[in-house]
């Protein structure tokens, strides 16, 4: 779990910050190994390839802000772990011998990864964490405020449970115990549950896989019988709809409500048609926008100051300065202010034929 120290003003907004970047060579500061053309080289090591959002949205909006930054002259140099701590190590390893001037970490298991974490600043590289609180000596982070996600899923069910919530067991499926970020959903979400509600079983989902969450789900279907789940925390939208599923299975009928977040198309969907209740949408720009800034400062020795809202601390690390961006929670009445609006998804997207007289229902048009 993430301990915020500190907080500092939000300024995301860095004022002609392409020209100042690749006018200004490098300083004394961690990286600055970009020279004055602003021809810098930024290696990014997503985690995982299950989870829509790292292809679709976090790694081509990095690459245009970075390009953005450097009027073109930026690079990211671009490695998926598929989930696999090893090879992510030896992502990092490659990118390091590289010679790379910033490396942006989204750690597979935040502990696995300290190693790699050392040696590139041993090598002189600046090392930004991305989404994940990596251990080991970073220079900054960005990601969301997890535990207020959690406590925004927590609210989202207990307002969905009403009467409900003191007369039946709900289930928690937490994420992989390798991510830091479960842990900070898991205490915000147990921050609004607890004494409120009776947890008749809880998981920590390995991998964050949806079809371990629906293994898991039907070990508590048979543990607490079908009669008696009244609601279901579902950390993450692929894990929701291995829930769904299983639930359908055991013939739930009503479901009860089941959270998610990540705002994937499968789970806005689901929300559309009545199946998962809530997810918490996470502007995925302003992330990837602020880890490219970071990214490029680092690069060319400049200070990061001007960014970071919050203050930080890992098990390794104290006082790490962080950009963190509030999540925002979406039920079928906010799909068109929040996804649609921001243009992640169209109306054509989410509205297949079959969605079609849910999405009439909610004015999706």
């Known amino acids: 779990m993430n301990a915020y120290l500190g907080r500092a003003p939000v300024a995301l907004a860095v004022t002609a910050l392409a020209v100042t970047l690749t006018a200004c060579g490098g300083s004394d500061g961690s990286g600055g190994s970009g020279d ?4 810098v080289r930024i290696g990014l ?3 995982e390839n299950e989870t829509a959002r790292y292809e679709k949205f976090d790694k081509p909006l990095m690459e245009k802000k970075v390009a953005l930054l450097t009027l073109g002259k ?56 991305y989404d994940r609180l990596a251990e080991g ?23 969905a449970l009403g009467d409900k919530a003191r007369t039946g067991k709900i289930v928690m499926m937490n994420g992989a115990v390798t991510d830091p970020n479960a842990a900070s959903f898991k205490a ?53 709809g291995g829930i769904i599923t299983a639930l359908k299975a055991a013939g739930v009928s009503p479901l009860p409500p089941v959270t998610g977040q990540d705002a994937e198309l499968a789970g806005v969907r689901r929300i559309v048609a009545g199946e998962q209740f809530m997810t918490v949408y996470k502007p995925y720009a302003r992330e990837a926008e602020a880890a490219a800034e970071l990214a490029v400062l680092l690069a060319q020795g400049e200070k990061i100051d001007g960014i970071i809202n919050q203050v930080v601390s890992s098990p390794t690390s104290k006082r790490i300065p962080a950009v963190l961006i509030p999540g925002v929670p979406v ?35």
Do not use: H
Request: aromatic share 4%; with cysteine; charged share 25%.
């Open 331 to 365: 039920t079928r009445e906010d799909i068109r202010t929040t996804v649609v609006l921001d243009g992640v998804y169209t109306v054509e997207e989410i509205c297949t034929d079959s969605l079609k007289a849910a999405c009439d229902e909610i004015g999706l048009k």
């Open 45 to 47: 090591l997503l985690p």
């Open 137 to 159: 000596p970073i220079d900054a982070y960005t990601s969301f405020d997890n535990e207020d996600v959690g406590r925004v899923q927590g609210k989202a069910l207990l307002d």
């Open 188 to 240: 915000g979400a147990r921050s609004v549950l607890d004494g409120k509600v009776n947890v008749g079983k809880e998981y920590d989902t390995v991998e964050w896989k949806p079809e371990n969450a629906n293994t898991n789900m039907a070990s508590a279907l048979s543990a607490l019988g079908k009669d008696k789940i009244v609601g279901v925390y579902s950390a993450n939208d692929g894990m929701a």
């Open 74 to 129: 930026g690079k990211v140099l671009y490695a998926n772990a598929a989930g696999d701590a090893v090879r992510q190590s030896a992502q990092a390893d490659a990118m390091i011998k590289d010679k790379v001037d910033v490396l942006v970490i989204d750690a597979v298991d935040s502990k696995a990864i300290a190693a790699a974490v050392t040696k590139a600043k041993a090598a002189g590289i600046a090392v930004v964490a």
């Open 36 to 39: 004055s053309s602003g021809e």
